[in-house]
């Protein structure tokens, strides 16, 4: 059963505007949300991290917004930039474990 | 700091074979997770290695097994392998203290089963 979900396989965006990407999860013990970004031939590198305390969190372009009543988490990339070209990962985490759940990824292009 | 590294890049077995995946955490890390990540789906939790004894399993069955060396890298071992094992493996290294974003992956092992 896939805890952590994102919808959409793929996203693409202008140069210069936002990049949405969404993610749900089903499980009410995550207590802690990351986004990851995987380049080809590499492996996921951290992204950005939001605490089931917060709502959002922001660095630089990166902005990670929870919601945790709808159990949904999003990722607004402003403005987008052709090397944001990439497949984002969410993954969340439970508050006793050590186990990152994933999400299936969305692969954004930035178009020029 | 030569990061998260894995050993081999690729390798190609056939159906029941054995296999073992290698990893070298960051510097400094002392615990290494294992992930398998399907073509078109996310990374999936195997298990995780902390002071060389398994600290957390995720759902694979016995025919994934692993172990962790004093100096912190650890290995992957499958079993009389399946067509449904090719995948991309990785690695992940964190350190036990830390955040849960200061875990590092490194860039995997593509594994293809005949």
């Known amino acids: 059963d896939q805890q952590v979900k994102q919808n959409s396989p793929s996203l693409s965006v202008q140069e210069g505007r936002i990049s949405i990407l969404n993610c749900d999860y089903t499980n009410s013990m995550f207590d802690y949300f990351l986004w990851y970004k995987k380049y080809p031939a590499e492996g996921p590198t951290f992204l950005i991290s939001i605490s089931s305390i917060k709502d959002k969190n922001e660095d630089g372009r990166f902005t990670v917004f929870l919601n945790k009543s709808a159990k949904h988490l999003s990722l607004h990339i402003v403005p987008s930039q052709p090397g944001d070209s990439a497949v984002y990962f969410c993954a969340a985490v439970e508050n006793t474990g050590n186990q990152f759940y994933f999400g299936t990824g969305t692969s954004l292009t930035v178009i020029p | 700091d030569a990061g998260v590294t894995q050993s081999p890049t690729h390798l190609i077995k056939t159906r029941g074979q054995q296999v073992t995946l290698r990893c070298s955490p960051k510097?400094?890390?002392?615990?290494v997770s294992w992930y398998q990540q399907a073509l078109g789906q996310g990374p999936q939790f195997i298990f995780q290695?902390?002071?060389?004894?398994?600290?957390q399993r995720g759902n694979f069955p016995d025919r994934f097994s692993g172990h962790q060396f004093p100096n912190y890298s650890s290995e992957l071992n499958v079993n009389a392998l399946l067509l449904g094992d090719s995948a991309l493996y990785l690695c992940?290294?964190?350190?036990?203290?830390?955040?849960?974003?200061?875990?590092?992956f490194g860039p995997g092992t593509r594994l293809t089963v005949l």
């Open positions: 992940a290294s964190s350190f036990v203290r830390q955040a849960y974003n200061e875990q590092f």
């Open positions: 510097s400094g890390h002392d615990t």
């Open positions: 290695y902390y002071e060389e004894e398994e600290r």
